[in-house]
């Protein structure tokens, strides 16, 4: 199916509903424009798996919870400091 958009005078495009459902484009999905010879293409930017987001500092953060190792870093950093 061939849908139209017009482009804003900000170069903003309205995306018809159907393709948005069809695609499940809801506000904050981001998308890539590539161009090509025959024009431009949208594809979706997909998302980090949160297995994979979970796996950096998250997890890190996590990881000190209930101990006082801030406290004890915070102190240290202030003892150098006083040197």
């Given at each position: 199916?061939?849908?139209?958009t017009t482009v804003?005078?900000?170069g903003q495009i309205v995306i018809p509903r159907?393709?948005?459902?069809?695609?499940?484009?809801?506000?904050g999905v981001r998308l890539q424009i590539a161009e090509?010879?025959?024009?431009?293409?949208?594809?979706v930017i997909k998302r980090a798996r949160r297995s994979t987001r979970e796996?950096?500092?998250r997890a890190l953060r996590r990881s000190a919870k209930g101990?006082?190792?801030?406290?004890q870093h915070l102190e240290e950093h202030?003892?150098?400091?006083?040197?």
């Open positions: 199916m061939m849908a139209t804003s005078s900000k159907h393709l948005r459902e069809k695609h499940r484009l809801t506000s090509t010879d025959d024009g431009l293409v949208l594809s796996s950096g500092w101990t006082n190792a801030l406290t202030r003892r150098e400091a006083k040197r």
